[in-house]
């Protein structure tokens, strides 16, 4: 289990780049890299030598969040103006404008079936559902407030809402506020099932594990990894090592390793076995903002790869294996 | 450390062991002995254990016999922690120690520090209470204490217990530092920065201090101050995190600063650096959203206020320069907006729940949008920086700064009064929202409501600068207008110098007449840095500069308005480009550019678009030129259409008209056309000051009827005193023969007309200057008491003269300067002119305010020299005026050629030449004398340089010259009578061989020019003759002139006096009564004319009444005559006469008031001796009285 860095682009964007996803591979073509960054463009890339694919215009202020679509044919990106933009990742054709009241996007993810779209409401302490067929909100799943919905209340942007996972069965869905709670939903149900409790800071990242639908990562500015048991209600295990926050977190194809990128500069690979930071990639000159893990599929391609994205503008490719 | 030392140490431990040991058995119950023993095991005995564990051992039992020995239990509590780490016995030991003794720092701080590891910090806090309680002495209790109150954050406690720390450790740098830091928690933070700058002084690297009170700086507003903490801070750890953002929030408090005064180039400069080491920071500490925000604020503020320049000041002006240097202006300043809104963003990014940050960012976006060219021309129904704003707002609503800033974001007038007024019930004394809300009724027009809104925001806060402006714009609709707007606009403008506020500022000044006032040119010159692309910030500045006479500047700034019509199509109305262009051919044409005037004008006419004014810049241009026929057919054509404009501007065009007429084609024209003009035209004063000026000019009368129909026009004060003025001097001109103006009709006329305005400064100069000017200065005396001195500076350029130039000359010309100090002479002018002394002292004054004035000076020279004069050149006077001479002959004036400058130049030189004379210096006085008559004057004039020649060779005795001098002289005249007196007086003294009927010959040529003085000139020139007779000792002849000197003026007591003496001169001769009695009536005169009683007069006249027999007479007038001498000057002759009457008074005494008795004959001989000792006289009836 290591990584070995394949591909390095500075200045891949003019700006910090916020955001990175992978466009899972079509019959047609391989998977992409998807990237987003404070410049407002998004752009495409083709592994192995990230070959510029395609820079999509069109944000008004810095793109915060990307999501794919498991086909690979479509995808998202969402900017700190709270539009988001669905697009035919070939041709680059908006397929549908989301809006939201300002502050009400942040992560976003396509559920593993592709028929909806969970959008983390940031201010509206909620997740947002859209419905990827019309295109039309379908639910709002509330986190509940301890004191009680006050619309005027101060303590609403405590529960601000920054990250959202959808397990890999479809059937649950966690975000993660700005005081450290993760709230897990049943989304069937569109019920609040529990919060999960362990950090105190904000969780900016979430993901559950590819094999095990219970399993759930999460990274906070707390500088921790924790590793829940969803269902359970219960914290597996927590684990340290970075010595700033940790800004994002991504778990492997096989369910056997999970990466995070974090403010002190690094990019760290963590064994679950052995529950501890087994490497730590430091070509990154400032934070990091997003990791991703490329899905398997794709005609030909095995080989595991890792994409890091940075506030220094890079770009960095890592083969995993 | 030698060995034998050691050896001698070690031996001298065994002996004290030893000794200690034995008296120990000796006594083995005694608990000191015990302790002693322990003690030098324990301090002798190295390091070894057996050595500690005897010690302890004896300790143990010392502590057993003596259960209140404080230190044996400090030491056994040492040995338990440190050598049997038995930390049960050592707290006890220990807080038996400390309970025996609290004063014992050692046992404390070991108790504290153990308790402190077991993390028993309520214990530890108890046993430091305890200690503290009982002993105020116990400082390290108190120290223990402060920190963990400060750990705590009980501040007010830790402040305690600092503060009396502090008594016990004064030189601990942490005690103040944490003092420090309690206080400024405290918000006393005058005390905390003094706390922390002792910690500074202790300790200069505590990073800790400085960047506290770098914050506490910043924090009560002195950026300066903290500015200098933080890079102090950033000298010992550079990559300080929290150095670094205070002082880069440091720079930017002071750049705002700068820029609320005005100064945006400084203030730039500032957020330059300011930039720069926040982006450092963000490397440093790249997700902390607070350096973040920080920055985009200084990005953003660098925006606001990053100043325009021209670009290349040397290089030549044209359209592609300015339009470059516009360009980079807006990149910069777009740059910077753009580079505000990513920090922005990544501060949003890193804490997206912070709401300001949304606001921000609306902000930001929204002044991107508002340099973007099209501007508020798409309205998109959901602009991006309102919804930003509304971002802020869905996380924060009850912030009432964000519905205000919503306000101002959003593009809906209806969405802006419902955000201004929820703002306003948030908070109801938000001036700021007041201000808004007043401005967005005012461009939905509601006024009343805008007044009213803004009336609110200045009672809340009157330093805030939107209510100001508003009320200024708001002038229009009420009627107490301009004026008050344009005070309303310059503080706003001072409270904030804002563009849009100067560039209103000007608008209001023009309409109020206030564009040459600096404060509007300070505000313009801001404005075009703020908004160069704006063609009417360049064209105000334009008008500004051509209101104060830069006609230069006002040129440039024209064309610059006119590039920056040409650079942003479609924004500027036709309109517009023409007033541009009128005003730059006006400042043309004013700055001397008659050629590029006529090109603007040419422009315009070929655009259409010329009208009554640029037809006027126009003519006039081409007069200039010297193309007058072009320019009189266009002013005819002025004229012919003069009917069709407005009444005023045709009076205008008509008397621009009428003065062009006059200079081109002559007076006649002029008048001819005149008569041919509608009367209408003349129905305004200004036309009738020229119709009454041509009017002057023609002899032959013919604008009679016009010009008084045309007077009935003038109305106003002003300009009815000017019109008198006028009048008074078409008099002269009219009255007056081919070469003298007729002074007399001036001077009369203007003094009937002084009768309505006694106070029109403008006439009573008018006529001091006229009585100065009639050619026989007989009217000196009254011109200097008419005229009026107006000290304020601006005031004294009315009328040709100023009051101060025709004091100094008045003054100058009066020969009597009127002193009252009769040490130097007994005044005998009747009229008494008052202004003498008092008016060397006024033009001091005068070359006070006016430094650069050469008049100033010249007229203070003139008079001092008087002054000089009269009191026969004493020493420092001389040395005053040379001086001044010096200062103003250098002067480069006076080497031009004008004759004024000449003249001047003549009577300094003379000045300077007459002052050496009487300095002795006579090599010096032939100089300058000799370059005063190689100037170009008249000879006239220059007469008097010669006599001046004469009079220098004379004392050098080089009759040679003296006679050269002499004939030259007499060759080139003069129509001064001073200057023939002199020669004639030069020609006696020095027996120069002449024919001496020339000068007398000239001086009667020069009499028959004179009319009303000639008999005065005529009686002088009389007794110099009389004079020269005396001196000649031909005594009759003497008499015989002096007699017709007396007949010729009447009045003067001096002549009389003179002819008096001559007459008592001859009764000695010739003892005849008849002489005696024209001597008595002579002497009689002169004492009724004279204002003063003159002395010698009355002493004459006791001789001659004495002569006649009449004893009674001679006492009266001896006695007179001791009144007419003051005291100080009383020669030894009086006191003699007085000795006289004394002795007289001794044989009948009648009379004791007489002022003879106050003192005895002898006293009155002896101080006649006193005053005069050389006299034999005195001493024989000395000697004949002590007999």
Known sequence: MKLAGLKSIENAHDESVWAATWVPATTSRPALLLTGSLDETVKLWKPDELHLERTNTGHCLGVVAVAAHPSGIIAASASLDSFVRVFDVDTNASIATLEAPPSEVWQMQFDPKGTTLAVAGGGSASVKLWDTATWKLIASLSVPRPEGPKPSDKNSSKKFVLSVSWSPDGRRLACGSMDGTISVFDVARAKFLHHLEGHFMPVRSLVYSPIDPRVLFSASDDAHVHMYDAEGKSMITAMSGHAGWVLSVDASPDGSAIATGSSDRTVRLWDLNMRAAVQTMSNHADQVWGVAFRPPGGTGVRAGRLASVSDDKSISLYDYS | ?1187
């Open chain 2, 1 to 1187: 450390m030698s060995k034998t030392q050691e050896k001698e140490e070690d031996e001298e431990f065994r002996a004290q062991l030893t000794h200690l040991e034995e008296s120990v058995e000796d006594h083995p119950e005694d608990p000191s002995l015990r302790f002693n023993l322990g003690l030098l095991l324990w301090e002798k005995g190295g390091q070894f254990k057996e050595f500690k564990e005897k010690a302890a051992e004896h300790f143990v039992i010392s502590a057993k016999l003596n259960p209140h020995n404080a230190a044996a239990f400090a030491y056994l509590g040492h040995y338990y922690s440190r050598f049997t780490a038995d930390s049960q016995r050592a707290l006890k030991c220990y807080e038996r120690a400390i309970t025996l003794n609290p004063d014992d720092s050692e046992s404390g701080e070991s108790l504290c520090d153990m308790l402190d590891h077991s993390g028993k910090e309520t214990l530890e806090q108890a046993v430091c209470g305890e200690a503290s309680e009982k002993s105020p002495r116990a400082f390290w209790a108190f120290r223990r204490l402060g920190y963990l109150h400060l750990h705590h954050r009980r501040w007010s406690e830790a402040v305690q217990s600092l503060q009396h720390a502090i008594r016990g450790y004064p030189t601990c740098a942490d005690l103040w530092e944490a003092l420090g830091l309690a206080y400024q928690r405290l918000g006393m933070f005058t005390a905390a920065t003094k706390s922390y700058g002792r910690a500074i002084e202790l300790d200069d690297t505590r990073v800790f201090a400085l960047v506290e009170s770098g914050n506490i700086f910043l924090m009560i507003g002195s950026f300066r101050k903290g500015v200098e903490q933080f890079q102090r801070a950033l000298e010992i750890s550079p990559q300080n995190v929290s150095a670094n953002y205070g002082l880069a929030s440091g720079l930017l408090g002071l750049s705002k600063e700068c820029m609320n005064l005005g100064a945006f180039k400084w203030g730039a400069s500032l957020l330059e650096d300011a930039g720069k080491v926040a982006e450092v920071n963000g490397q440093l500490a790249g997700n902390v959203s607070c350096i973040w925000k920080l920055h985009g604020d200084i990005q953003l503020t660098y925006a606001k206020c990053f100043p325009w320049t021209k670009g290349d000041h040397s290089a030549e002006f044209d359209v592609d320069t300015f339009e470059a240097s516009i360009f980079s202006w807006k990149q910069t300043c777009h740059l910077a907006a753009m580079s505000a809104k990513r920090s922005y963003q990544r501060a949003l990014h890193l804490v997206p729940w912070q709401a300001n940050l949304y606001i921000d960012i609306g902000i930001t976006l929204d002044l991107i949008s508002s340099m973007n060219e099209n501007y508020g021309l798409d309205l998109y129904p959901w602009q991006l920086s309102e919804k930003m704003a509304l971002g802020g707002l869905s996380l924060e609503g009850d912030n009432y700064e964000f519905w205000l800033a919503l306000g101002c974001l959003s593009g809906h007038n209806a969405m802006k009064q419902h955000a201004l007024i929820r703002g306003l019930q948030l908070d109801v004394s938000s001036a700021v929202a007041w201000s808004y809300l007043g401005k967005l009724y005012r461009e939905e027009d509601e006024k009343k409501l805008a007044r009213q809104a803004f009336d609110c925001a200045r009672s809340v806060d009157p330093s805030l600068a939107l209510p100001w402006a508003g009320m200024a714009a708001d002038a229009n609709a009420r009627e107490p207008t301009t004026d008050e707007a344009f005070e309303s606009c310059l503080r706003a403008v001072q409270i904030f110098p804002l563009a849009e506020f100067q560039v209103g500022l000007a608008k209001l000044a023009l309409l109020s007449g206030n564009l040459a006032s600096s404060q509007v040119l300070g505000a313009i010159q801001q404005a075009v840095l703020r908004g160069p692309q704006y063609p009417e910030s360049h064209h105000l500045k334009g008008l500004v500069c051509e209101a104060r006479s830069e006609y230069e500047a006002a040129v440039a700034s024209y064309k610059l308005a006119r590039c920056a019509i040409n650079i942003s199509p479609g924004t500027a109305s036709n309109a517009h480009l023409r007033d541009i262009a009128v005003n730059l051919a006006r400042s043309l044409c004013r700055a001397g550019y008659a050629a590029d005037a006529v090109e603007e004008c040419k422009y315009l006419r070929k655009e259409g678009v010329l009208d009554a004014e640029g037809i006027q810049i126009y003519a006039f241009s081409l007069w200039q030129l010297g193309k007058c026929d072009l320019a009189l057919s266009l002013a005819r054509d002025l004229v012919s259409s003069a009917s069709s404009l407005e009444k005023t501007s045709a009076a205008v065009s008509v008397s621009f008209f009428c003065r062009l007429l006059y200079y081109i084609s002559g007076l006649d024209s002029a008048i001819s056309s005149i008569l041919k003009m509608p009367r209408e035209l003349f129905e305004n004063s200004k036309f009738s000051f020229i119709l009454s000026t041509i009017h002057a000019l023609d002899q032959s009368n013919r604008l009679e009827s016009v010009v008084s129909t045309s007077r009935y026009f003038i109305v106003s004060h002003e300009d009815v005193t000017g019109m008198h003025c006028l009048i008074a001097l078409s008099k002269l001109v009219k009255h007056g023969s081919d070469s003298c103006l007729g002074y007399q009709d001036g001077i009369s006329y203007l003094k009937k007309a002084l009768h309505k305005y006694p106070n029109s400064k403008l006439m009573r100069n008018l006529l001091s200057h006229l009585l100065l000017s009639t050619e026989e200065g007989e009217h000196t005396h009254v011109a200097s008491r008419c005229c009026i001195i107006d000290s304020s500076y601006y005031g004294s350029k009315v009328g040709l003269k100023s009051g101060w130039e025709l004091l100094g000359a008045g003054s100058v010309a009066c020969y009597a300067i009127g002193n009252k100090d009769p040490k130097f002479s007994f005044p005998t002018c009747g009229y008494q002119c008052m202004k003498g002394p008092g008016a060397i002292r006024e033009l001091q004054k005068y070359l006070r305010q006016e430094p650069w004035n050469h008049n100033a000076r010249y007229l203070l020279i003139l008079n001092i020299l008087q002054k000089a004069r009269e009191e026969r050149f004493p020493r420092q006077l001389c040395v005053i005026l040379k001086k001044l001479l010096s200062v103003a002959l250098s002067n480069e004036l006076y080497s031009r050629e004008s004759f004024s400058y000449q003249y001047q130049k003549f009577q300094l030189l003379l000045c300077l030449s007459e002052i050496s004379l009487q300095c002795g210096n006579q090599s010096d006085c032939i100089e300058h004398a000799r370059r005063s008559v190689s100037l170009c004057i008249p000879n006239n004039y220059r007469f008097f340089g010669h006599l001046l020649l004469c009079r220098a060779y004379a004392v050098e005795e080089n009759f040679v010259n003296l006679q050269e001098e002499y004939i030259r002289c007499l060759e080139i005249k003069t129509d001064y009578h001073i200057g023939l007196i002199c020669l004639k007086i030069m020609e006696s003294q020095y027996y120069i061989e002449t024919d001496s009927n020339i000068s007398e010959l000239s001086f009667k040529d020069c009499l028959k020019e004179w009319k009303n003085s000639w008999n005065m000139w005529a009686a002088v020139f009389n007794l110099v003759l009389g004079l020269i007779s005396i001196w000649n000792e031909d005594f009759l002849s003497a008499e015989a002139f002096l007699s017709q000197a007396c007949l010729l003026a009447g009045t003067d007591s001096c002549l009389f006096l003179c002819h008096g003496a001559i007459c008592m001169e001859l009764a000695k001769m010739s003892s005849s009564y008849q002489i005696l009695s024209f001597a008595i009536r002579s002497l009689t005169k002169a004492n009724t004319n004279s204002i003063i009683p003159l002395p010698i007069v009355s002493l004459l006249m006791a001789q001659a009444e004495g002569s006649l027999g009449s004893k009674q007479k001679w006492e009266r007038n001896l006695r007179l005559e001791w009144y007419s001498w003051p005291p100080e000057m009383r020669p030894a002759e009086l006191f003699f006469q007085m000795h006289l009457l004394a002795r007289r008074s001794e044989v009948q005494i009648d009379s004791s008031s007489n002022v003879e008795f106050c003192q005895s004959p002898l006293k009155w001989i002896l101080r006649s001796i006193h005053t005069n000792p050389s006299c034999l006289r005195y001493w024989k009836v000395l000697q004949k009285i002590t007999e």
